[in-house]
């Protein structure tokens, strides 16, 4: 029984398999004969074109930022606390078992004296509800910010 949760991601590998490379990619590769004829199974002649055009101002563009490495997380005083603080926003969720609560919330409502599979079940479509609005409301804040520091 446990091996069915298997067959999806099987089917997803096989299926991907006979996608074709990512034309910016494959630009980005110098392998741009390839890329046009992925992006010409896309686009008409006229888009082809602008596409064609953007690739290239982003391969510039690419090619002219400056290449940050791992090393730098630490060494880079605003990366090392950006990643400190996501790393540990990161750790206290899985510590807090936030995870555990809303995957168990059911049982947990139904122990709290709701004897209804569907209420306990009802309940806790509510709880998760309210976690992906406070989350998204949570980035919502966040770019709102990032715009008000763009300008």
Known sequence: ??????????IQFALMLLLPESPRWLFMKDD?????SVLSKIYDIARLEDEIEHLTAAAEEESRKSVIRYSDVFKIKEIRIAFLAGAGLLAFQQLTGINTIMYYSPTIVQMAGFRSNQLALLLSLIIWKERAWGSGYNANSESLL???DQS
Do not use: D, H, R, Y
Not at 1 to 10: H, I, K, T, Y
Not at 32 to 36: E, F, G, L
């Open 32 to 36: 741009k004969n390839k890329a046009i």
């Open 1 to 10: 029984m446990l091996g069915v949760s298997a067959v999806p991601a099987v």
């Open 146 to 148: 990032e715009q008000g």
